[in-house]
């Protein structure tokens, strides 16, 4: 079964910069289609950005220019590089993994206005 983990996450001042990872376990087999969302309290999981193993790449409007996704599928790890964050990002971070339909746990993000 496959196994999420996020890392990477804390607090910062806006204009500040983080980088989230997501480590994939328990597959053979390197990641096929992988997401990053966030939640705030009281919302459901937002879309944020999206790759593929044959690099198509999506991001919601307000991240882009701002964030980038990458992935290694041989490390069998996705990154988000979130720069010139702002208070509007803050939030819970979950990586999934969009074709096993698997959550991580999530990393908390906090910016600081």
């Known amino acids: 079964q496959v196994q999420l983990e996020e890392s990477g996450g804390g607090s910062v001042p806006t204009g500040g910069s983080l980088r989230l990872s997501c480590a994939r376990s328990?597959?053979?087999?390197?990641?096929?289609?992988m997401g990053w969302y966030r939640q705030v309290p009281g919302e459901s999981r937002a879309f944020v950005a999206s790759?593929?193993?044959?690099?198509?790449?999506m991001y919601e409007d307000s991240v882009k220019g701002r964030f980038t996704i990458s992935g290694d599928k041989d490390k069998n790890m996705v990154y988000l590089q979130m720069n010139n964050l702002q208070p509007e990002d803050t939030g819970r971070y979950y990586c999934?993994?969009?074709?096993?339909?698997?959550w991580g746990q999530g990393t908390q993000v906090t910016v600081s206005s």
């Open positions: 999934r993994d969009l074709a096993e339909l698997v």
């Open positions: 790759v593929s193993a044959d690099g198509r790449i």
């Open positions: 328990g597959s053979r087999f390197g990641f096929s289609y």
